[in-house]
């Protein structure tokens, strides 16, 4: 199981990006789909994570900004922020609970991270 992110670069403070997160491999079933940050300096937090059934977690300072969403048709997560601040720059790593065809447990996956920096 792989789990591909994009959708990073450089934004000015206010502005909008929209991360993608794809997962592809032998997967059965996909349970949470989730975002994470790391800053410069800083132990890695979560942002955002929706569950299988549609519950919705967002970290305090992240709440009205941005909005986590799936497809479950395209095994894919979406991180849609705006209002984007400096404090928001960190590299964001996708994560997904995903069992398989070879074994139904589910395991944690991590994506490779994508950049985000909110400058002027």
């Known amino acids: 199981v792989q789990l591909q992110a994009c959708g990073g670069g450089l934004v000015q403070p206010g502005g909008s990006l929209r991360l993608s997160c794809a997962a592809s491999g032998s997967i059965f079933s996909i349970g949470h789909m989730g975002w994470y940050r790391q800053a410069p300096g800083k132990q890695r937090e979560l942002v955002a994570i929706?569950?299988?059934?549609?519950?919705?977690n967002y970290a305090d300072s992240v709440k009205g900004r941005f909005t986590i969403s799936r497809d479950n048709a395209k095994n894919t997560v979406y991180l849609q922020m705006h209002s984007l601040k400096p404090e928001d720059t960190a590299v964001y790593y996708c994560n997904a609970g995903v069992s398989t065809y070879v074994s139904t447990a589910f395991y944690i996956y991590w994506g490779q991270g994508t950049e985000v920096t909110v400058s002027s």
């Open positions: 929706i569950h299988s059934g549609g519950r919705i």
